[in-house]
């Protein structure tokens, strides 16, 4: 399977990130509204953001079942969605982030329910699964919208600035779709 395919939804295209796009993610990414529900911090520098990116492109053609998308509204990237596969457990972690202005449109969830095919249909997966801060149910709802179901709760799963976040956890197997 080629890394990172292109897909496509409705109203969204997701394909692979390139450095055209720094600028307008480190657009996005410098809000604070959008890096709350996140483990990365706010207003980096012009920098750090080209870094990001940087690194995300290298390893599309290196790395070995590498999955990280920009979503694409009329070409312009508004969004990230990233999926780690675990090949031993035939399981994937995903994980995304949306422009503020996109926000409550249906697009992450329009999103997230194509890369929930994508990993069981097309790479084979059993199991995909996500979680999220307590304070940010925004995306527990997306989750629960794309079929995944509510697992439970890691308590103080995530460190940010020193801040304990417990986690609430997602998923949803293969068998679950029949
Ligand atoms: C969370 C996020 C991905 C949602 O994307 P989106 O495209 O706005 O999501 P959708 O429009 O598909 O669905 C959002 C749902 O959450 C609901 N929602 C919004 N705010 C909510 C809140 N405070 N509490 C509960 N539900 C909420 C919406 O009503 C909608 O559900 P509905 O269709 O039943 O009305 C987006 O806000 C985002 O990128 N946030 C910043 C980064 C982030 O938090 N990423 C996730 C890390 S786990």
């Given at each position: 399977?080629?890394?990172?395919?292109?897909?496509?939804?409705?109203?969204l295209v997701l394909d692979r990130l390139t450095m055209a796009d720094v600028s307008q993610?480190?657009?996005?990414?410098?809000?604070?509204?959008?890096?709350?529900?996140?483990?990365?911090?706010?207003?980096?520098s012009p920098e750090e953001y080209a870094e990001m990116i940087r690194r995300v492109v290298e390893q599309y053609?290196?790395?070995?079942?590498?999955?990280?998308?920009?979503?694409r509204e009329n070409g312009v990237c508004i969004g990230r969605m990233s999926l780690v596969v675990n090949r031993r457990h035939q399981s994937g972690m995903m994980a995304y982030s949306l422009a503020e202005s996109?926000?409550?449109?249906g697009y992450m969830t329009e999103a997230l329910t194509r890369v929930?095919?994508?990993?069981?249909?097309?790479l084979g997966l059993n199991r995909i699964e996500g979680d999220h801060f307590v304070e940010n149910p925004?995306?527990?709802?997306?989750?629960?919208?794309?079929?995944?179901?509510?697992?439970g709760y890691a308590r103080q799963k995530y460190c940010k600035e020193g801040v304990f976040h417990d986690a609430v956890l997602y998923a949803v197997l293969k068998s679950d779709r029949t």
């Open positions: 399977m080629e890394n990172t395919p292109r897909l496509v939804t409705k109203r993610v480190a657009r996005w990414l410098s809000s604070d509204a959008v890096c709350r529900g996140l483990l990365l911090l706010p207003h980096r053609d290196t790395a070995e079942d590498y999955f990280q998308w920009a979503i996109a926000w409550g449109k929930i095919d994508f990993a069981f249909d097309e925004a995306s527990g709802r997306v989750m629960e919208k794309s079929g995944m179901k509510k697992e």
